[in-house]
C-alpha cells in the first residue's frame, strides 16, 4: 500500500507539469494571463504539497489515512483545473481570443472590481460558470451571435457573488444579500405561522416548506439575473424571453418534491420587469411584457399554488436591495438617462442596441448586420 501511494503521488505530480506545458506560453492574447497565472498558481502550490506529501510519507512521518485523504483532494483540485482552466490556454483559437476582450471591456465599462473572468467555447449546456478557475463557459459558435451574450453579465454575476465575502470593495454588496436572504426567511416564517393560524392543511405546510428550501437556490439567480439588469439594462431581458422562447421546458415550472435550482422563467421575466422599471427603462418594460404575453400565455397557465413561490412584494424587496448594494460597491449602474446621454460605444450599448434593431429588421438584414457588427468590435478589440 505504501508504495501504491507513493506511485499515485508521483503520477499525479507529473500530471500537474504536463497540464502546465500544455497552457501554450507565451500567450497569444493577453486578456488569458489572469487565468495563466491562475492555473499555474493552483498547479505549482499543489505540485509542492505533493512533493511534501512524498517525502513525509517515504519516512513514515505522515498518518496513511491523512495523506490519502490529502492526496485525493489535489487529485480533484488539478482535475477541475484540467478540465476548466487549461482548455482555453490549449485552444487559444480566435474565437477565445475575442470573447476574453469583450469580457475585458465589459469589466471596465460596468467598474467592476476584480480581475475579469475568462471564457471558453467549449460548453455543452448553454452559458455556465467554473468558478475554481473563474472561467466562463460557452458554446463553440457563441463568438459569431450577438443576442444570447447579455448573458455574460449573468455569469459575471455568479463570480461576484462568490468573492463578495472575500472583497472588501463589495462589503456593502455582500451586507444587502444577506439582508435579502434574511428577508426571503422572515417572510416565509411568517406565512407559515399565518398558515397555522388558519388551520391551513399539513399538505399546504409541508409545501410552503418546500418552496422556501428552493430559495437558498434562487436567491443566487435571482442576483445574478439582476446584476446584469442593473449594469447593462433591458438586452439581458430580452435576451432571457429569447432563450426561453427556444426551451421545451414549463415558464412556470415549480417543484414540490424535488430540489429546484433556478426559479421559473415567469419568475424571472417578472423579476426583470420590475428592476427595469427602477432604473427608469419603463417603455421597455411595456414592450417586453407585451412580447412575453404574445409567446409565453398560450402555453399554459401555472399550477395552484404558484403562487406561494415568488410573491410579488419579495420580488420587489430583492431588487430593492440589491440596487443598493450595488450602488454602494461602485458598479455602474445603466440607467434609460445614462444609455441615452453617453457615447454609444460600449459593448453593453451595442448589445441594447441589438435588440431594437432585431425587432425593426427582417431576419436576412439583421444577421447581415449583427455580422458587420462583430467584425468591427473584433478589429477594435484584437488589435
Same mark, same amino acid.
Given at each position: 500500500?505504501?508504495?501504491?501511494?507513493?506511485? +499515485?503521488?508521483?503520477?499525479?505530480? #507529473?500530471?500537474?507539469?504536463?497540464?502546465?506545458?500544455?497552457?501554450?506560453?507565451?500567450?497569444?492574447?493577453?486578456?488569458?494571463?489572469?487565468?495563466?497565472?491562475? @492555473?499555474?498558481?493552483?498547479?505549482?502550490?499543489?505540485?509542492?504539497?505533493?512533493?511534501?506529501?512524498?517525502?513525509?510519507?517515504?519516512?513514515?512521518?505522515?498518518?496513511?489515512?491523512?495523506?490519502?485523504?490529502?492526496?485525493?483532494? %489535489?487529485?480533484?483540485?488539478?482535475?477541475?483545473?484540467?478540465?476548466?482552466?487549461?482548455?482555453?490556454?490549449?485552444?487559444?483559437?480566435?474565437?477565445?481570443?475575442?470573447?476574453?476582450?469583450?469580457?475585458?471591456?465589459?469589466?471596465?465599462?460596468?467598474?467592476?472590481?476584480?480581475?475579469?473572468?475568462?471564457?471558453? @467555447?467549449?460548453?455543452?449546456?448553454?452559458?455556465?460558470?467554473?468558478? *475554481?478557475?473563474?472561467?466562463?463557459?460557452?458554446?463553440?459558435? #457563441?463568438? /459569431?451571435?450577438?443576442?444570447?451574450?447579455?448573458?455574460?453579465?449573468?455569469? +459575471?454575476?455568479?463570480?461576484?457573488?462568490?468573492?463578495?465575502?472575500?472583497?472588501?470593495?463589495? #462589503?456593502?454588496?455582500?451586507?444587502?444579500?444577506?439582508?435579502?436572504?434574511?428577508?426571503?426567511?422572515?417572510?416565509?416564517?411568517?406565512?407559515?405561522?399565518?398558515?397555522?393560524?388558519?388551520?391551513?392543511? #399539513? &399538505?399546504?405546510?409541508?409545501? +410552503?416548506?418546500?418552496? $422556501?428550501?428552493?430559495?437558498?437556490?434562487?436567491?443566487?439567480? *435571482?442576483? !445574478?439575473?439582476?446584476?446584469?439588469?442593473?449594469?447593462?439594462?433591458?438586452?439581458?431581458?430580452?435576451? $432571457?424571453?429569447?432563450? !426561453?422562447?427556444?426551451?421545451? &421546458?414549463?415558464?412556470?415550472?415549480?417543484?414540490?418534491?424535488?430540489?429546484?435550482?433556478?426559479?421559473?422563467?415567469?419568475?424571472?421575466?417578472?423579476?426583470?420587469?420590475?428592476?427595469?422599471?427602477?432604473?427608469?427603462?419603463?417603455?421597455?418594460?411595456?414592450?417586453?411584457?407585451?412580447?412575453?404575453?404574445?409567446?409565453?400565455?398560450?402555453?399554459?397557465?401555472?399550477?395552484?399554488?404558484? $403562487?406561494?413561490?415568488?410573491?410579488?412584494?419579495?420580488?420587489?424587496?430583492?431588487?430593492?436591495? %440589491?440596487?443598493?448594494?450595488?450602488?454602494?460597491?461602485?458598479?455602474?449602474?445603466?440607467?434609460?438617462?445614462?444609455?441615452?446621454?453617453?457615447?454609444?460605444?460600449?459593448?453593453? /450599448?451595442?448589445?441594447?442596441?441589438?435588440?431594437? +434593431? *432585431?425587432?425593426?429588421?427582417?431576419?436576412?438584414?439583421?444577421?447581415?448586420?449583427?455580422?458587420?457588427?462583430?467584425?468591427? %468590435?473584433?478589429?477594435?478589440?484584437?488589435?
Amino acid at each position: 500500500m505504501k508504495k501504491y501511494l507513493t506511485s +499515485i503521488i508521483y503520477e499525479t505530480i #507529473e500530471r500537474a507539469l504536463i497540464l502546465k506545458e500544455r497552457m501554450k506560453l507565451p500567450l497569444q492574447y493577453a486578456e488569458l494571463t489572469g487565468l495563466a497565472n491562475r @492555473c499555474k498558481t493552483i498547479l505549482d502550490e499543489r505540485i509542492e504539497i505533493l512533493n511534501q506529501l512524498l517525502e513525509l510519507h517515504e519516512r513514515d512521518e505522515v498518518d496513511i489515512r491523512y495523506a490519502w485523504r490529502s492526496v485525493r483532494n %489535489i487529485i480533484r483540485e488539478i482535475e477541475w483545473t484540467e478540465s476548466y482552466g487549461i482548455p482555453p490556454l490549449y485552444y487559444q483559437s480566435k474565437e477565445v481570443g475575442f470573447l476574453n476582450s469583450l469580457i475585458f471591456r465589459i469589466h471596465k465599462e460596468i467598474n467592476l472590481p476584480l480581475e475579469p473572468p475568462s471564457v471558453a @467555447c467549449l460548453s455543452d449546456k448553454y452559458y455556465y460558470t467554473a468558478l *475554481f478557475v473563474n472561467v466562463i463557459f460557452v458554446p463553440l459558435s #457563441e463568438s /459569431d451571435f450577438i443576442l444570447h451574450m447579455p448573458d455574460f453579465y449573468h455569469e +459575471i454575476g455568479h463570480y461576484v457573488s462568490s468573492h463578495m465575502r472575500n472583497e472588501r470593495r463589495l #462589503e456593502a454588496l455582500s451586507k444587502k444579500y444577506q439582508e435579502a436572504f434574511n428577508f426571503v426567511t422572515a417572510y416565509y416564517n411568517e406565512l407559515l405561522v399565518q398558515k397555522r393560524r388558519e388551520s391551513a392543511p #399539513e &399538505e399546504i405546510v409541508f409545501l +410552503i416548506r418546500r418552496i $422556501h428550501s428552493h430559495w437558498k437556490y434562487w436567491i443566487e439567480e *435571482f442576483f !445574478c439575473d439582476l446584476f446584469a439588469l442593473y449594469v447593462l439594462g433591458p438586452a439581458f431581458a430580452w435576451s $432571457h424571453l429569447h432563450f !426561453c422562447a427556444k426551451k421545451p &421546458e414549463n415558464v412556470y415550472q415549480l417543484s414540490k418534491i424535488l430540489p429546484q435550482t433556478h426559479p421559473s422563467d415567469e419568475a424571472r421575466i417578472r423579476m426583470s420587469k420590475i428592476a427595469l422599471n427602477k432604473t427608469g427603462f419603463n417603455d421597455e418594460t411595456q414592450v417586453i411584457e407585451e412580447k412575453w404575453k404574445s409567446i409565453m400565455v398560450p402555453l399554459g397557465a401555472p399550477p395552484v399554488e404558484y $403562487h406561494y413561490a415568488y410573491a410579488t412584494s419579495v420580488l420587489e424587496q430583492i431588487s430593492d436591495l %440589491i440596487l443598493e448594494g450595488m450602488r454602494a460597491s461602485g458598479f455602474n449602474i445603466a440607467t434609460v438617462d445614462n444609455m441615452n446621454n453617453e457615447k454609444q460605444d460600449k459593448i453593453g /450599448d451595442m448589445l441594447n442596441t441589438a435588440w431594437k +434593431i *432585431f425587432w425593426k429588421l427582417n431576419p436576412e438584414e439583421f444577421r447581415h448586420w449583427e455580422k458587420q457588427t462583430l467584425n468591427q %468590435i473584433a478589429k477594435n478589440t484584437l488589435k
